[in-house]
């Protein structure tokens, strides 16, 4: 099993510009997650989805849209980059159980907006 | 919101030392977790703890969760140079974790 794999791993963007972050997960998770990390402010959600077709706000959902058309993949979208969406994209998929929420966190994307 | 709050931001300690991350919040979670992050690499849980008192041990490292369930603490004994990494705590609250800003710890030979 490859986990959660993201794609692409590094990026550079000029201010503007669109892109997609791909992410897919083999482990037939029903809940998917995407994570911005920026220094000293820990992983901070950005949007999140609880089964395929359905997707939420997290804390800081400006700026980026989602969608979740197949179970295991789920894409986040920048439609026009600022400088300030600079950081380390992380995404991640989990099942729940009674024991909590376990999430497996795929490698990340490096982001670059100049 | 709900807010956790790490301390320290940074330790950086000599090998064979004991250390104490400690997370805190006005909050009440489900259950709260410990995830270690390394370089390049996304977190990975370490433990979760679940009711109020709980207290687990993973090795050198040993996890309690407040009685309220609003904090916790890690405590690693005799720290060795691979305990190296960014300790991150998330408190569960349903479907959606919340995350503390982390403790980077850096352990010298």
């Known amino acids: 099993n490859a986990g959660v794999t993201q794609t692409p791993k590094f990026r550079v963007l000029k201010t503007g510009q669109s892109m997609t972050l791909l992410c897919a997960q083999d482990?037939?998770?029903?809940?998917m997650y995407w994570y911005r990390q920026d220094p000293g402010m820990g992983l901070r959600l950005i949007h999140y989805?609880?089964?395929?077709?359905?997707?939420a706000k997290g804390e800081v959902p400006d700026g980026y849209n989602v969608s979740r058309l197949k179970k295991q993949n789920f894409l986040l979208g920048l439609e026009s980059a600022a400088p300030s969406q600079t950081s380390v994209y992380f995404c991640?998929?989990?099942?729940?159980?009674?024991?909590?929420?376990?999430?497996?966190f795929g490698p990340g994307t490096r982001l670059t907006v100049l | 919101t709900q807010l956790l709050e790490q301390s320290p931001q940074f330790l950086s300690i000599q090998e064979g030392e004991n250390l104490t991350v400690y997370c805190n919040s006005s909050s009440v979670f489900s259950s709260l977790q410990w995830y270690r992050q390394e370089p390049g690499e996304g977190p990975v849980l370490l433990v979760t703890?679940?009711?109020?008192?709980e207290v687990k041990k993973l090795k050198r490292l040993t996890f309690q969760f407040g009685d309220a369930r609003k904090d916790s603490s890690l405590h690693i004994t005799a720290a060795q140079t691979g305990d190296t990494g960014l300790y991150l705590c998330?408190?569960?609250?349903?479907?959606?974790?919340?995350f503390g800003e982390g403790t980077q710890l850096t352990v010298n030979p």
């Open positions: 703890v679940v009711t109020g008192g």
């Open positions: 998330a408190g569960v609250v349903g479907s959606r974790l919340t």
């Open positions: 991640a998929s989990s099942y729940i159980t009674s024991g909590g929420n376990e999430q497996f």
């Open positions: 482990m037939n998770h029903e809940y």
């Open positions: 989805s609880v089964g395929e077709g359905t997707t």
